[in-house]
Every structure is written in structure tokens, then in C-alpha cells.
């Protein structure tokens, strides 16, 4: 199977405190998707990624939030000034189009003290 | 709205017997559907992908979708212990704006 690859595995930081969440997603593949599930709760969608700019964004993506593609291989996600309530896994997925399998990689931790 | 509705269990059963899974939809904008696998605090492990209604298999999975009924199903044949996870749909309509999940069932397999 395809493989999406996230760092780090686990992250701890201090509230108010900026993090990156990185990507790397299937070579091929031209949209790249950000996903959160809260402990215990659904995945949600967060935000889709194509041609170096954003398709769509869910109402959790606010203005604390950004995307970027620094290079042709990453994909990261910041979150500017943490909260406790974004403690998280954090997901990172690579379908070949918008219609098609999406591939998930194996997630980021946020805990958020 | 977009919501899909998933009973979250556990469903346990004794190895070796067919599993039934399912999910109801209310939004007919979904077009193409999808079944994960999700182990504690891991990714979700895509293991079959339709798009059309009717039945689709891949070994001892089986996905089923109607569409008329706003309805998917998962089933497992011949289930293992290692089978016991969370599974999870997912479906998506015509845009790029993601895929909704359920909830996900949590799926006991004992030997």
C-alpha cells in the first residue's frame, strides 16, 4: 500500500506555543487533505490542499491555522498559538484526485498542556 | 447537513463468524464511499474504496452500497482476532472538500 509518511509521531508543547505538523505525502499524487480527530470523536476534515493552494476548508480551519507546501516533497500543517482544545491526532492524507482512495498516514499527536 | 451515522459498539463476536457493519447517510451529494481500519492512536488503514452501488470484493471483505437507501455495509468473512479494531466510514461527494467519517465501530473478535 502507498505510504504517507508524518513527523513527529507524538508532540507535547506549551499552550499559546506555535507547532508544524509534517507530511510527506505519495509522490504522485496532487491533492493533499489535513484531517483531526479529537480523542474518542470522529475524524474531521480540516482542510484540502491542491496546485500550492487551498480547495476547501471546514469552519475548524480559522485564521490560527495554515498550510504550506515549502518544498515539493512536504506538506505541513502550523497551528500558530495552541489551545487545550486543539490536543489531538492529526492526519495527513494523500488521495490521487478528489474522487478517488485516500491514503492516510499514521498521524501526529498534539497534546497541548 | 452532512452526517453519517455509525453505531460505535463494540460488537463482539466469536472468530470465525461473518461481520456485519454498517452506515446511513442523509446527504445524496455522496458519491463514493469508503471502509478503514483504525488501531488505538494509529492512522486509518483504507481497505476498500467504491463508488458505484452494489457489492465489491477484495478477499474476505466485502463492501455493499445502496445508494436508494443511503445505506453501506461491510462485511467479514471467516473473522480473526486481528481483526479486532475500530472500522470506520467515510464518504465523499464531488468536490475537494473531504471525506465525512463515521464514528466507527468497535469490533471484537474473540477466540
Known amino acids: 500500500e502507498p505510504e504517507v509518511t508524518q513527523t513527529p509521531s507524538h508532540q507535547v508543547t506549551q499552550m499559546g506555543q506555535e507547532v508544524i505538523l509534517r507530511c510527506v505525502p505519495i509522490s504522485n499524487h496532487l491533492y493533499f487533505y489535513w484531517y483531526r480527530q479529537i480523542l474518542g470523536q470522529k475524524v474531521e476534515f480540516l482542510v484540502s490542499?491542491?496546485?500550492?493552494?487551498?480547495?476547501?476548508k471546514s469552519e475548524i480551519f480559522d485564521d490560527q491555522f495554515s498550510v504550506e507546501r515549502p518544498d515539493g516533497s512536504n506538506f505541513t500543517l502550523k497551528i500558530r498559538s495552541t489551545k487545550l482544545e486543539d490536543s489531538a491526532m492529526y492526519f495527513c492524507?494523500?488521495?490521487?484526485?478528489?474522487?478517488?482512495?485516500?491514503?492516510f498516514g499514521q498521524g501526529t499527536r498534539l497534546t497541548v498542556v | 447537513q452532512k452526517e453519517v451515522e455509525q453505531d460505535p459498539g463494540p460488537l463482539s463476536v466469536p472468530e470465525g463468524a461473518i461481520v456485519s457493519l454498517n452506515c446511513t447517510y442523509s446527504?445524496?451529494?455522496?458519491?463514493?464511499f469508503m471502509w478503514y481500519r483504525q488501531y488505538s492512536r494509529k492512522g486509518p488503514e483504507l481497505l476498500m474504496y467504491t463508488y458505484s452501488s452494489g457489492n465489491k470484493e477484495d478477499g474476505r471483505f466485502t463492501a455493499q452500497v445502496d445508494k436508494s437507501s443511503k445505506y453501506i455495509s461491510l462485511f467479514i468473512r471467516d473473522s480473526q482476532p486481528s481483526d479486532s479494531a475500530t472500522y470506520l466510514c467515510?464518504?465523499?461527494?464531488?468536490?475537494?472538500?473531504?471525506?465525512?467519517f463515521g464514528k466507527g465501530t468497535h469490533l471484537i473478535i474473540q477466540p
Open positions: 467515510a464518504m465523499g461527494g464531488g468536490g475537494a472538500d473531504g471525506l465525512t
Open positions: 446527504n445524496s451529494a455522496f458519491q463514493y
Open positions: 492524507a494523500s488521495p490521487q484526485g478528489i474522487r478517488t482512495e485516500a491514503f
Open positions: 490542499f491542491y496546485n500550492n493552494e487551498i480547495s476547501e
